[in-house]
């Protein structure tokens, strides 16, 4: 059956850099693209960006464009998903997500 | 880019009634659209695709409409459970992929 399995949670500090792992199993790595989501609390969702696996080539939202960098690793089917100059506002849980398939997301905390 | 209005952007309802939910995209998007169920706490779930199809095992009370720019999405007889928020999402092949502002539904 199709496992997206993130990595745990993370406290950060201020201007500092995360980067969050994405485990695919289930499926065959390269013929799904995968998307990255966030939700700080109390907001909605928010659509980050899609790496596809095969080729890496990544795409992302406007707002994340220059802090945000999508990776892949095919011979361990994990997608990466790094977000630079954290800021108070980037504390929230993130989520990779194919579709009907979701990872049970990765909270991360910016804090000084 | 293409923008996707969701209203209301809350709702209030009571067990049976039946709740509808509308997502209006800035640009024809054809069917590319799906419908989530977010529940705290949970992984957002995926409850419609290609704007009415539902995926395999989600309730046939939940049920999805439109194509183009308007469409829709309806839960014929709320039950209790269905207390979530619910987000459309627009999905072709042109990134990017906003989801609405989101709908809480409570009872």
């Known amino acids: 059956q199709v496992q997206l399995v993130q990595s745990g949670a993370e406290v950060k500090k201020p201007g500092a850099s995360v980067k969050i792992s994405c485990k695919a199993s289930g499926y065959t790595f390269t013929n799904y693209f995968m998307h990255w989501v966030r939700q700080a609390p109390g907001q909605g969702l928010e659509w980050m960006g899609i790496i596809n696996p095969r080729g890496g080539s990544t795409d992302y939202a406007q707002q994340f464009q220059g802090r945000v960098t999508m990776t892949r690793d095919t011979a361990t089917s994990t997608v990466y998903m790094e977000l630079s100059s954290l800021r108070s506002d980037d504390t929230a849980i993130f989520y990779c997500a194919r579709g009907r398939f979701w990872g049970q997301g990765t909270l991360v905390i910016v804090s000084s | 880019d293409i923008r996707m209005t969701q209203s209301p952007s809350s709702l209030s309802a009571s067990v049976g009634d039946r709740v509808t939910i509308t997502c209006q995209a800035s640009?024809?998007?054809?069917?590319?659209l799906n419908w989530y169920q977010h529940k705290p706490g949970e992984a957002p779930k995926l409850l419609i695709y290609?704007?009415?199809t539902l995926v395999t095992g989600v309730s046939s009370r939940f049920s999805g409409s439109g194509s183009g720019t308007d469409f829709t999405f309806t839960i014929s007889s709320l039950q209790p459970e269905d207390i979530a928020t619910y987000y459309c999402q627009r999905y072709d092949n042109v990134p990017p992929y906003p989801f609405g502002q989101g709908t809480k539904l409570d009872i």
């Open positions: 640009q024809d998007i054809g069917n590319y």
């Open positions: 290609d704007a009415s």
